[in-house]
């Protein structure tokens, strides 16, 4: 009798042991496949970061990019169509070659930016905003000399001499800039930069002044019109100030 019973003690005992190692089993492998789906986790953030990282230095490289074929473009027809607006006396010549000008310095305010940016990622906002400061002045001082000549001409009754080249100028740029302010407002939303936005409107500004101005230097030629050409002048000049306060606001209040 007693060695049944201690038969069944050892049988119980030997069944509770195995119940045991079981249940041992089943935690360690519970937390095995923790610590293996937290590693798993882990290691897919890395390559998030590191693909966040790439795409912000190519989306940078492509507003570079953008910035510098603006310096090139609108430096080469804003200086040209300056230079034959001071021969011809076009003021909306002389306003569109103006905001060209200023399109191009703000590109160029742009490439300093983005290149701070690339020594120094932490300064990012602190250039930002000093490039936003320089284009707001410069477009305050366009639009007010600009509105300045315009207001002299209307007063003086001054006409503009026609200008074939001109008129090529401004067909020219209105085939061009739409293209290229599309480009910088894509690369200004996937970055964010809102001092590529800014410089995204001026270049779609400049593609609008230069439809005025091509329309200025049509009805001048074809109606004698000479009101035509200051009267857009004063339109563009109007544009780049307001301009200028939205985004001296923008600046100011954030």
């Not at 026609?162 to 293209?179: D, K, M, T």
Request: aromatic share 8%; hydrophobic share 55%; with cysteine.
């Amino acid at each position: 009798m007693c060695g049944d019973e201690r038969h069944e003690d050892g049988f119980f005992g030997t069944l509770l042991l195995a119940c045991r190692e079981v249940w041992s089993a089943s935690v360690t492998m519970t937390d095995t496949r923790r610590t293996a789906s937290s590693s798993l986790e882990s290691n897919a953030e890395q390559p998030q970061a590191y693909v966040a990282a790439y795409s912000r230095v190519s989306l940078i490289a492509a507003a570079l990019r953008l910035s510098f074929f603006t310096i090139a473009w609108n430096g080469l027809i804003g200086a040209s169509a300056f230079v034959i607006a001071l021969v011809t006396g076009s003021l909306a010549l002389a306003g569109f070659g103006l905001n060209a000008l200023l399109d191009s310095s703000a590109s160029a305010v742009l490439v300093w930016r983005f290149m701070h940016e690339r020594r120094d990622p932490l300064a990012a906002d602190r250039v930002e905003r000093q490039a936003q400061a320089v284009v707001v002045v410069a477009m305050m001082a366009v639009g007010l000399y600009v509105a300045v000549e315009a207001v002299r001409a209307l007063v003086g009754g001054s006409h503009a001499d026609e200008s074939a080249v001109g008129f090529v100028l401004a067909a020219v740029s209105v085939l061009v800039l739409p293209w290229l302010g599309r480009q910088k407002l894509r690369v200004a939303a996937a970055l964010p930069s809102p001092a590529l936005r800014g410089d995204g409107v001026l270049t779609l500004a400049a593609a609008a002044l230069a439809v005025i101005t091509l329309l200025a230097l049509f009805v001048t030629s074809a109606y004698g019109w000479w009101w035509a050409d200051p009267v857009a002048a004063l339109i563009i000049a109007v544009g780049l100030a307001a301009e200028g306060v939205r985004v001296a606001i923008r600046h100011r209040f954030g």
